[in-house]
């Protein structure tokens, strides 16, 4: 299985660490920062990190209107915190930032406030597949959005004080925390099956 992980900034190198540590026999995995990088794989993270400068970027290299192209066409896509923002189709407040718009729902950046820049607690996750568990993980949050509007088809998979954050809308992934960084390999795991 080609997976990739979009390398333009931020914390893609945490990501690669984890899907090798789920130990799947067969995964061939790529840094993506070109469209052609990006038509080499079937499956791939957004991460954490700047979202108006990778925004930017992604738009002058040409990968965001590819990443939008291949997600209409049902490539999983899973973004971590800035990677979440980069797919939203709206953004609060800044309707000026560039995004994906693949993701039908609505982002708070920064939403836990100047105080709180980043927290680690438990956040308990809906099972990403038919028949297995939901399961409880370690969330880092940093500098982290919430959802604040779901679209049609978008469903909330995880909460925090009332808050949504993690989404699916069928093979498209949002979670306001990092799982990659953290030794829980499960989120990347259940990535892999979506
Ligand atoms: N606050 C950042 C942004 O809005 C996201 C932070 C992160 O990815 N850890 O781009």
């Not at 990739?4 to 900034?9: D, K, L, M, P, T």
């Not at 990190?49 to 965001?64: A, D, N, W």
């Not at 800044?94 to 100047?114: E, K």
Request: proline fraction near 3%; include cysteine; aromatic fraction near 6%.
């Amino acid at each position: 299985m080609n997976v990739g992980v979009v390398a333009v900034q931020g914390d893609f190198e945490k990501h690669l660490n984890s899907l090798r540590a789920t130990g799947r026999e067969g995964l061939n995995l790529t840094e993506v920062r070109t469209p052609e990088e990006l038509a080499s794989v079937e499956r791939v993270i957004l991460p954490g990190g700047e979202s108006t400068t990778v925004g930017l970027l992604m738009q002058r290299f040409g990968l965001g209107d590819a990443l939008r192209q291949a997600a209409s066409e049902g490539m999983p896509v899973w973004g971590t915190c800035m990677g979440m923002i980069l797919m939203a189709k709206e953004i609060e407040g800044r309707p000026d930032q560039y995004s994906l718009g693949i993701l039908d729902v609505t982002v708070r950046r920064n939403a836990f406030g100047a105080q709180v820049h980043s927290f680690e607690d438990e956040v308990s996750v809906k099972s990403l597949k038919d028949g297995s568990e939901d399961f409880a993980s370690m969330g880092v949050f940093i500098r982290a959005p919430i959802v604040t509007r779901l679209g049609e088809g978008v469903e909330a998979i995880s909460h925090y004080e009332e808050k949504v954050v993690a989404v699916r809308q069928g093979r498209l992934l949002g979670t306001s925390f990092h799982p990659e960084l953290t030794e829980d390999v499960r989120f990347h795991e259940a990535f892999l099956d979506l």
